[in-house]
């Protein structure tokens, strides 16, 4: 058969002139009614090439094999020249394999000790592996990748969008955390995961609302075992919680769409896709499970923490559910959270859950943090935070999310705002307000500076058709989250964060800007 290879991301498969990525779900069809065979590859690997992949080695020269269709194409493969390094936990190999683009210098070194950090505190929590090895396959490159990321049996692959090298602190931050997210998934979702995420169908979509739980869960851990492990300081992992909730914020979709049905949805693309493409409606109609599921697990944290006066943690019910579901080959139902939490910790979280994962209404940031010791506040953004690497370019005074990229064009107009309002439309180009020319540099004042009831007079290009609209600008309602240390903490609520937040001298001398 012949298989396209020209897309280099986690869920498809690359080949030319330096190297070939093989992604098993992309490349390889399998047999109706032989997918529980063993099955094998043999690849004729070029002069100076090496093979990196999670698949077993067969005595067959250059064959690697797994034991079902399932396991085979869990497994990617690299072929090619490629940067490794490896390092040993508890007898455990891990691999990094870094296709090297001529930026890697650098970080490497950094990244190999960051990636052990978390993998020891992964393996203390769990207290062991589920792998006999393991393979962090990178690519990181800003145009070449499509970016994402892809768990695997004993392996992931990750192709992200800026070199390993760049000069912003905040791309290797979200690297590392990518890195650590996968690294989680080895427990959840591939060994326990909810019904439906394996065996699979591979004919048909696979529904499950469970995802705030393999995704959202996840994705809290990923930042929660940086701090732990002591790749983050305190106040980074602060910052970061503090980044997920105003992004959390800068979703309109969450006051429409909940947690359930984003992850219900998902596999039908309805709203996931478009959401990426900027299509439709998808950004005011779309939560993401990533973050909001990630902000339900830090508060789910935090009430356990506080609620047991210390002694039981989010930690614990995770590795109970491990042990339950991790060797099963179904997955655990739709329950089995609550319950596992119920029995192991003593709290109820039934309340919390139906209100977070079925309603669509606010999280209790300020009063579950305020339970633990911590500070969370609001207010307006500075110049600087505007403008920092993923904050998301929204004018709160009309509503209004532009793309700027030579051009300032409309990404998104949120529902009831000034933007809608005054008519503006998604992909409009802005090019002038009230006679001044607008550019990279001056569009957030331009637009959005002033009193609420200012009125400015917005020239723009729609469909090749110039056009002036009056806007009038409101009250900004989008603010920035700050999160910090109580003070005068004492006693067993200094006790129940210090727990959580781990101890000052787990901190490392590298600086990192915030997010």
């Given at each position: 058969w012949?298989?396209y290879a020209?897309?280099?991301?986690?869920?498809?498969?690359?080949v030319?002139?330096t190297h070939?990525?093989?992604?098993?779900g992309?490349?390889?069809p399998?047999?109706?009614g032989g997918?529980?065979?063993?099955?094998?590859?043999?690849?004729?690997?070029p002069r100076?090439a090496r093979v990196?992949?999670?698949?077993?080695?067969h005595?067959?020269r250059n064959t690697?094999g797994?034991i079902?269709y399932?396991?085979f194409?869990?497994a990617?493969?690299e072929v090619g020249?490629f940067?490794?390094?490896?390092?040993t936990?508890a007898?455990v190999?891990h691999?990094?394999?870094v296709?090297?683009?001529?930026?890697?210098?650098?970080?490497?070194?950094?990244?190999?000790?960051d990636?052990?950090r978390?993998?020891?505190?992964?393996r203390?929590?769990f207290?062991g592996?589920p792998?006999?090895e393991?393979?962090?396959?990178?690519?990181?490159?800003p145009?070449?990748?499509?970016?994402?990321?892809?768990e695997?049996l004993?392996s992931t692959?990750?192709t992200?969008t800026?070199y390993?090298d760049?000069?912003?602190?905040?791309?290797y931050?979200?690297?590392?955390?990518?890195m650590?997210?996968?690294?989680?998934?080895?427990?959840?979702v591939?060994r326990?995961?909810?019904?439906?995420?394996?065996?699979?169908d591979?004919?048909k979509e696979?529904h499950t609302?469970?995802?705030?739980?393999?995704e959202?869960l996840t994705?809290y851990y990923c930042?929660?075992?940086?701090?732990?492990?002591?790749a983050?300081?305190?106040?980074q992992?602060l910052?970061?919680?503090?980044?997920?909730?105003?992004?959390?914020?800068d979703?309109p979709?969450?006051?429409v769409m909940?947690l359930?049905?984003?992850?219900?949805?998902?596999?039908?693309k309805a709203?996931w896709?478009?959401r990426?493409?900027h299509?439709?409606?998808?950004l005011?109609?779309f939560?993401?499970?990533?973050?909001?599921?990630?902000?339900v697990?830090?508060?789910?944290?935090l009430m356990?923490?506080?609620e047991?006066?210390?002694?039981?943690t989010l930690d614990?019910?995770?590795?109970?559910?491990f042990r339950?579901?991790?060797?099963?080959?179904?997955?655990?139902?739709?329950?089995a959270?609550e319950?596992?939490?119920a029995?192991?910790?003593?709290v109820?979280?039934r309340?919390f859950?139906?209100s977070?994962l079925?309603?669509?209404?606010?999280?209790?940031?300020?009063?579950?943090?305020?339970?633990i010791g911590?500070?969370?506040?609001?207010?307006?953004a500075?110049p600087k935070?505007e403008?920092?690497t993923?904050r998301?370019?929204i004018?709160g005074?009309?509503g209004?999310?532009?793309?700027?990229?030579?051009?300032?064009k409309?990404?998104?107009?949120e529902?009831d705002?000034?933007?809608?309002?005054?008519g503006?439309d998604r992909g409009?180009?802005l090019?002038?307000v009230?006679g001044?020319?607008?550019?990279?540099?001056?569009?957030?004042r331009?637009?959005?500076?002033?009193e609420p009831g200012?009125?400015?007079a917005?020239?723009?290009?729609?469909?090749?058709r110039?056009?002036?609209r009056p806007?009038?600008?409101?009250a900004?309602g989008r603010r920035k989250?700050?999160?910090?240390l109580a003070?005068?903490?004492?006693?067993a609520r200094?006790r129940?964060l210090?727990?959580w937040l781990?101890?000052?001298?787990?901190?490392r001398?590298?600086?990192s800007?915030r997010?």
């Amino acid at each position: 058969w012949r298989s396209y290879a020209n897309t280099l991301s986690c869920a498809a498969s690359h080949v030319d002139e330096t190297h070939a990525h093989i992604t098993g779900g992309s490349f390889f069809p399998y047999v109706v009614g032989g997918k529980r065979a063993p099955h094998t590859v043999t690849i004729a690997v070029p002069r100076g090439a090496r093979v990196a992949t999670g698949l077993d080695p067969h005595v067959k020269r250059n064959t690697w094999g797994a034991i079902d269709y399932d396991t085979f194409i869990d497994a990617p493969i690299e072929v090619g020249k490629f940067r490794q390094e490896t390092f040993t936990v508890a007898g455990v190999p891990h691999h990094i394999v870094v296709h090297e683009y001529g930026h890697e210098e650098q970080n490497l070194p950094r990244l190999v000790d960051d990636t052990k950090r978390f993998v020891r505190f992964f393996r203390r929590m769990f207290g062991g592996f589920p792998f006999d090895e393991y393979w962090f396959m990178l690519h990181a490159h800003p145009t070449l990748c499509r970016g994402g990321a892809l768990e695997h049996l004993n392996s992931t692959h990750l192709t992200l969008t800026s070199y390993l090298d760049d000069p912003d602190p905040l791309r290797y931050d979200w690297l590392l955390s990518v890195m650590s997210h996968e690294y989680f998934h080895a427990w959840n979702v591939k060994r326990m995961r909810p019904l439906g995420l394996g065996p699979f169908d591979y004919t048909k979509e696979t529904h499950t609302p469970g995802l705030w739980i393999a995704e959202g869960l996840t994705e809290y851990y990923c930042l929660y075992s940086l701090r732990q492990a002591g790749a983050w300081t305190r106040q980074q992992f602060l910052d970061w919680l503090a980044y997920f909730v105003d992004r959390y914020h800068d979703m309109p979709g969450r006051r429409v769409m909940t947690l359930r049905e984003s992850s219900f949805n998902t596999w039908t693309k309805a709203t996931w896709s478009p959401r990426r493409e900027h299509a439709g409606n998808a950004l005011n109609a779309f939560v993401d499970y990533y973050t909001k599921g990630a902000l339900v697990g830090w508060l789910i944290d935090l009430m356990i923490r506080a609620e047991t006066n210390g002694r039981h943690t989010l930690d614990e019910v995770m590795v109970a559910m491990f042990r339950a579901h991790g060797d099963a080959e179904l997955g655990f139902d739709e329950e089995a959270f609550e319950r596992t939490a119920a029995e192991v910790t003593g709290v109820s979280l039934r309340t919390f859950l139906r209100s977070a994962l079925d309603g669509t209404g606010k999280l209790p940031f300020k009063r579950v943090c305020k339970t633990i010791g911590l500070e969370l506040t609001y207010g307006a953004a500075t110049p600087k935070e505007e403008k920092r690497t993923f904050r998301r370019k929204i004018l709160g005074t009309l509503g209004l999310e532009v793309a700027v990229d030579g051009r300032v064009k409309v990404r998104n107009v949120e529902p009831d705002s000034a933007a809608e309002e005054a008519g503006l439309d998604r992909g409009d180009e802005l090019i002038a307000v009230d006679g001044e020319r607008l550019g990279t540099d001056n569009w957030r004042r331009l637009l959005g500076e002033g009193e609420p009831g200012t009125t400015k007079a917005v020239a723009l290009f729609r469909h090749g058709r110039l056009q002036t609209r009056p806007v009038t600008l409101r009250a900004d309602g989008r603010r920035k989250t700050r999160i910090a240390l109580a003070k005068g903490l004492t006693g067993a609520r200094k006790r129940w964060l210090e727990g959580w937040l781990g101890p000052e001298s787990k901190e490392r001398a590298v600086p990192s800007a915030r997010p």
